[in-house]
């Protein structure tokens, strides 16, 4: 069989709501025929009518009646149509449901599910990760897998976990990456672990997200093209963060690349490279480096776009230039 990256979603949504009945969906037209903005719903609301439903246009009230709904015993997966829309719901989300157990001592397990990232003719307002604004505060747990098998596992831990998670799910993987077998029977990695998704000896190339194919990418191209021998790492979880993963990757190759489709500013490529320079700046041959969006709001203009998001080339390069330092 053959799954998408948006087929394993809605299977762990399915599975989970059959599984728990204190398992709802609350979304912007994500219950009926339309199914969503990208129809990753679609059909579950025919199986479930009572725990798939329709939410008002405000971000600020699905999150706060899921943070209710939470603390009152249930399990509230909630869709923002795009993940640039969780600035509406800041408050909610940074305010209440990452304080609630330290403040009150019980747990607020809800999902928040955020269609991440860039598509051509987006522009600002469609196209945004906001990993780094809901990581900078302790109490969320914020994901983003990369591949099927991690979209299927990491939403059904998201949903069975005790705290409040942000699941990031890039909108240009949804019907473009597409994996052989059933993501039930991969590997289980747990939330909070990295993995090493390319093994190397030159570099450690770090990404998450849709970026981390523009690495294996790059790594391929570095193999076949100038005998680059790359280490991959997926970080898949931004927070918490694996740096132990991280460490032992870069004691092994002596160089570091990241690369994310996020701004470089106070981004999650700051904070691993901050982190490594101070655990581990003893064991490096050359200075970290970090291949970022530019530092401009995401044009519409497809031209504009393509020069504003990072590619494989680009990683190849900063590669090169790390291993020739």
Same mark, same amino acid.
């Given at each position: 069989?053959?799954?998408?990256?948006?087929? %394993?979603?809605?299977?762990?949504?399915?599975?989970?709501?059959?599984?728990?009945?204190?398992?709802?969906?609350?979304?912007?037209?994500?219950?009926?025929?339309?199914?969503?903005?990208?129809?990753?719903? #679609?059909?579950?609301?025919?199986?479930?009518?009572?725990?798939?439903?329709?939410?008002?246009?405000?971000?600020?009230?699905?999150? *706060?009646?899921?943070?209710?709904?939470?603390?009152?015993?249930?399990?509230?997966?909630?869709?923002?149509?795009?993940?640039?829309?969780?600035?509406?719901?800041?408050?909610?989300?940074?305010?209440?449901?990452?304080?609630?157990?330290?403040?009150?001592?019980?747990?607020?397990?809800?999902?928040?599910?955020?269609?991440?990232?860039?598509?051509?003719?987006?522009?600002?307002?469609?196209?945004?990760?906001?990993?780094?604004?809901?990581?900078?505060?302790?109490?969320?747990?914020?994901?983003?897998?990369?591949? @099927?098998?991690?979209?299927?596992?990491?939403? #059904?831990?998201?949903? %069975?976990?005790?705290?409040? @998670?942000?699941?990031?799910?890039?909108?240009?993987?949804?019907?473009?990456?597409?994996?052989?077998?059933?993501?039930?029977?991969?590997?289980?990695?747990?939330?909070?672990?990295?993995?090493?998704?390319?093994?190397?000896?030159?570099?450690?190339?770090?990404?998450?997200?849709?970026?981390?194919?523009?690495?294996?990418?790059?790594?391929?191209?570095?193999?076949?093209?100038?005998?680059?021998?790359?280490?991959?790492?997926?970080?898949?979880?931004?927070?918490?963060?694996?740096?132990?993963?991280?460490?032992?990757?870069?004691?092994?190759?002596?160089?570091?690349?990241?690369?994310?489709?996020?701004?470089?500013?106070? *981004?999650?490529?700051?904070?691993?490279?901050?982190?490594?320079?101070?655990?581990?700046?003893?064991?490096?041959?050359?200075?970290?480096?970090?291949?970022?969006?530019?530092?401009?709001?995401?044009?519409?203009?497809?031209?504009?776009?393509?020069?504003?998001?990072?590619?494989?080339?680009?990683?190849?390069?900063? @590669?090169?230039?790390?291993?020739?330092?």
């Amino acid at each position: 069989m053959t799954m998408s990256y948006l087929e %394993a979603i809605r299977l762990a949504l399915e599975e989970s709501l059959d599984e728990d009945p204190r398992v709802f969906l609350y979304g912007q037209d994500i219950a009926g025929q339309f199914g969503g903005a990208f129809k990753v719903t #679609k059909g579950l609301s025919e199986r479930f009518s009572t725990r798939v439903l329709n939410a008002p246009i405000s971000e600020d009230a699905m999150a *706060g009646i899921a943070i209710g709904a939470a603390l009152d015993g249930m399990r509230p997966v909630i869709e923002f149509q795009f993940a640039d829309f969780a600035s509406l719901g800041f408050n909610q989300l940074v305010n209440h449901a990452a304080t609630t157990f330290w403040r009150t001592g019980r747990s607020c397990p809800i999902v928040v599910r955020l269609p991440v990232g860039g598509t051509v003719g987006s522009g600002p307002f469609h196209c945004q990760m906001p990993e780094a604004w809901l990581s900078h505060h302790p109490g969320l747990v914020v994901v983003s897998p990369a591949t @099927v098998a991690d979209a299927y596992w990491m939403l #059904k831990d998201a949903i %069975a976990c005790a705290d409040p @998670v942000i699941f990031c799910e890039h909108k240009y993987l949804y019907r473009h990456l597409k994996e052989t077998g059933d993501p039930r029977h991969a590997e289980h990695i747990p939330l909070g672990s990295a993995v090493v998704r390319r093994v190397g000896s030159d570099c450690t190339l770090i990404s998450y997200s849709a970026m981390l194919h523009e690495c294996l990418s790059a790594a391929g191209m570095l193999e076949h093209e100038h005998g680059v021998a790359v280490e991959v790492v997926d970080l898949r979880c931004v927070r918490p963060l694996d740096s132990q993963t991280i460490l032992d990757s870069v004691a092994k190759t002596g160089r570091v690349v990241m690369a994310t489709e996020a701004w470089p500013f106070g *981004g999650i490529a700051a904070e691993v490279l901050a982190q490594i320079a101070t655990e581990a700046f003893h064991l490096l041959d050359a200075p970290p480096v970090r291949i970022c969006a530019q530092d401009t709001p995401i044009p519409v203009q497809p031209d504009l776009y393509a020069a504003h998001r990072p590619h494989a080339e680009d990683i190849v390069d900063a @590669v090169l230039e790390t291993v020739r330092f």
